[in-house]
């Protein structure tokens, strides 16, 4: 079976918050995890200032470098959230009130609590289409391949879901992770004959310190699963003849 | 007091175990809280594959962009560790064994232990200035403005104390949060006007939902201790007239 060709995405975590280390960017993560299985593959995460001629900058460079884009932060009312308006100059499109996520807010709101501060939040690029945002009203949105999301992780994690029937991925990425009591240098040459024996499979080699003792995860990567079997049997072969013990096999 | 000239740094962060959603990266952040009080401001990280070209093109980019570069990860002993031999490339210098990193690690172990797998943790650019590695022996290195050092963040932390006398920074960053249990859209008029004026002071809102609660902390960042009172000062104003609660003061 031929492999479908390779889908992959780009994400901006906007945001001073990150960049003075105040904040630790889980945002990746949580989008990183969420499209492997749908088959797109994470190619390049930036993290940028709440700058707008920096956003314009990265987003148009990401869309024609990436099939999908991903943005995090910058939406919510505050005079920082420029994200949805640098959007709009990126793709040199009408910034305004957005009717659909107008009508969403106001009836989210109590009467007389849909004030000017919150009605900020309708506001993106008009033609937007929305991203759902079932924990707190306030939706995304994307244009073409970008897509906008929050910056608090719950709320973002929570957005994910409705986008699964609009991206359109590749061939699912698979793996497998091997967790060995050894170090790196114990093992690095056996596993670098295994990876030029498997060219198919990415292997990853991460030391790891738990409880006070070190350790080494191997994880095979691959859209096909047999080929990640094989390579793990050549794994397993010489962590036995080393006499490696094994901690855990996931 | 003229302020002295802004020096800023980006971050390269080396890792298909990052873009893969498997690791969060946490270096980033530890890198610039490491930062913040030396007067280097982080301007940009990028988070990117384990992929020779990618890291030359990157490496490059960086060290005419930024006063100072630090990147992470890709020095262990595996075939996955590329950064050494791609930084000598990016900087077409020689690659090889470093003669005082070959020292150090022929010292670190017993004899008979500093095997092939762990000579290659010596192999770097030939020229380049070592990191002293305090946790576990292999140091990490610079050339130039572009300093390198390992992913795994606790050893990272043990290591950056010793380049702080190299480090050549500005003012240090001052900064005020103030927790507050509001949410942005209730505060974002009256923070915008604080804002306008006083643009040297960076002011950040970010919401958070702790312990089922929600509420918002405002971060100041300055230079200039005085600019930041007198911030802080304004925003306490309106937060005494809209009778909200402050939770924590930092």
Chains 1, 2 share one sequence.
């Not at 709009?88 to 009467?111: C, M, P, Q, R, W």
């Amino acid at each position: 079976m031929a492999n479908k060709k390779e889908i992959n995405a780009g994400i901006i975590i906007i945001g001073n918050e990150v960049l003075s280390g105040r904040t630790k960017d889980i945002n990746t993560s949580s989008i990183a995890l969420w499209l492997n299985p749908l088959g797109i593959h994470v190619k390049e995460a930036r993290v940028i200032a709440d700058d707008e001629n920096i956003i314009i900058d990265t987003v148009n460079i990401f869309r024609k470098k990436f099939n999908y884009v991903f943005t995090t932060g910058g939406i919510g009312p505050t005079h920082d959230d420029i994200t949805a308006e640098s959007i709009a100059k990126a793709f040199n499109v009408e910034y305004g009130f957005h009717k659909d996520a107008f009508s969403i807010l106001e009836g989210y709101y109590k009467t007389g609590e849909f004030t000017e501060g919150r009605q900020k939040m309708a506001k993106m690029p008009t033609n937007a289409s929305l991203i759902l945002n079932p924990s707190s009203g306030a939706p995304g949105f994307y244009i073409e391949n970008v897509f906008c999301l929050p910056g608090v992780p719950s709320i973002l994690k929570s957005m994910l879901g409705g986008l699964n029937n609009i991206l359109v991925g590749g061939d699912p990425v698979l793996s497998k992770t091997l967790n060995l009591r050894t170090v790196e240098s114990e093992i690095a040459k056996s596993l670098s004959d295994v990876q030029n024996k498997n060219n198919d499979v990415e292997i990853g080699s991460y030391p790891f310190f738990r409880a006070g003792k070190l350790g080494v995860s191997i994880v095979l990567r691959s859209t096909n699963q047999k080929k990640i079997d094989l390579c793990n049997e050549q794994i397993l072969e010489f962590v036995k003849t080393k006499k490696i013990e094994i901690l855990r096999e996931i």
